[in-house]
Structure formats: C-alpha cells, structure tokens
C-alpha cells in the first residue's frame, strides 16, 4: 500500500501558473507508475499525465504542451507544473499511484482558474 498527500492547489486567474506536489509514503521507485488525474463538477474524472517507474511520460490531450509531470526521487514526490492555465482546468486534482493492478488515490485539492 501507499498513502498519497497532494497540496499546491488554489485560485488562480487565467494565464497563470500552479505546480501541485504529490507525496509518496514509500519509495516512489517501488510504484508501477505515478499520475495526475482530475474532475470537475458534473464531469467523469479524466487523466491528465502519468510518469512510470521507466520514466514514460504520458499526458492527456487537453494539457499537452501546457502541463508537464515531474519526480524527485529523493523526496519520493511527483509534481505537476501547469502553465496557461484556463477555466477549463477547474477541478479537482489527485494523484494516483499504481502497484500492478492496485491504484491507490489521494484525497484530492481543488483547482479554480477565474477573473
């Protein structure tokens, strides 16, 4: 098992930036793979990006180019930086570990992009 403790989240205005952090209770080198999901209000929860343990990058077609995931080993942390942010990518954002076909979710922090 693994506990995961996601911060970062917030208000911001369009444009702007955020990075959310996602801590990892064990070795992040001992997980299959780590990720970036999210949903808003009304909405199914959708990917937003993965990394594995190989460091394969995956990301969701609404983010790319705007968003990129990132780990500090040591820290046993995976970040998402999100850039341009819109009000589109109101949500609520949480980290998910995967451990063979065991995934694991974090409680969630809310995003709001608004004027």
């Known amino acids: 098992q693994v506990q995961l403790v996601e911060s970062g989240g917030g208000l911001v205005q369009p444009g702007g930036s955020l990075r959310l952090s996602c801590a990892a209770s064990?070795?992040?080198?001992?997980?299959?793979?780590m990720g970036w999901y999210r949903q808003a209000p009304g909405k199914q929860r959708e990917l937003v990006a993965t990394?594995?343990?190989?460091?394969?990058?995956n990301y969701g077609d609404s983010v790319k180019g705007r968003f990129t995931i990132s780990r500090d080993n040591a820290k046993n942390t995976v970040f998402l930086q999100m850039n341009s942010l819109n009000p589109e990518d109101t949500a609520v954002y949480y980290c998910?570990?995967?451990?063979?076909?065991?995934?694991?979710w974090g409680q969630g922090t809310p995003v709001t992009v608004s004027s």
């Open positions: 998910k570990a995967l451990i063979g076909l065991s995934g694991y």
């Open positions: 990394i594995t343990s190989g460091g394969t990058l």
């Open positions: 064990r070795s992040i080198f001992s997980l299959d793979a």
